[in-house]
Nanobody, 115 residues
Framework: QVQLVESGGGLVQPGGSLRLSCAASGGIFSIYAMAWYRQAPGKQRELVATITRGGSTHYADSVKGRFTISRDNAKNTVYLQMNSLKPEDTAVYYC?????????WGQGTQVTVSS
C-alpha cells in the first residue's frame, strides 16, 4: 500500500512562490506516474500537472509557464514549484500516483493566494 504525504502549502501573496512536496512510501516510487491536482471551494477537482516514469511532463493551460513538476526517485518525492501565483490558484492541492490499476491520493495541502 502506497502512502502519499503532501507538504509545503500555505498563505502567499499574489506574485509569490511556493514549492509543494509529496513524499511516497510503501511502494516502488519510480514505476508510478505522478500528478498534482487541485480543488477550489465549490469546484471540481482538476488536473494541474503530470510527470511520467520517464520524466515527461504535461501542464494544464492555466498553469503553463508558471508551475513546474519534477520528481526525485532517489528521495521518493515529487515536487510542484509554483511561481507567479494568482488568487485563482487558491485550492487544496493533492498528490496522485498511478501504476496500471493502482491509484493513490494524498490528503491534500492548502494553498491560499491572497494579499
Amino acid at each position: 500500500q502506497v502512502q502519499l504525504v503532501e507538504s509545503g502549502g500555505g498563505l502567499v501573496q499574489p506574485g509569490g512562490s511556493l514549492r509543494l512536496s509529496c513524499a511516497a512510501s510503501g511502494g516502488i516510487f519510480s514505476i508510478y506516474a505522478m500528478a498534482w491536482y487541485r480543488q477550489a471551494p465549490g469546484k471540481q477537482r482538476e488536473l494541474v500537472a503530470t510527470i511520467t516514469r520517464g520524466g515527461s511532463t504535461h501542464y494544464a493551460d492555466s498553469v503553463k509557464g508558471r508551475f513546474t513538476i519534477s520528481r526525485d526517485n532517489a528521495k521518493n518525492t515529487v515536487y510542484l514549484q509554483m511561481n507567479s501565483l494568482k488568487p485563482e490558484d487558491t485550492a487544496v492541492y493533492y498528490c496522485n500516483g498511478k501504476f496500471k490499476l493502482e491509484d493513490y491520493w494524498g490528503q491534500g495541502t492548502q494553498v491560499t493566494v491572497s494579499s
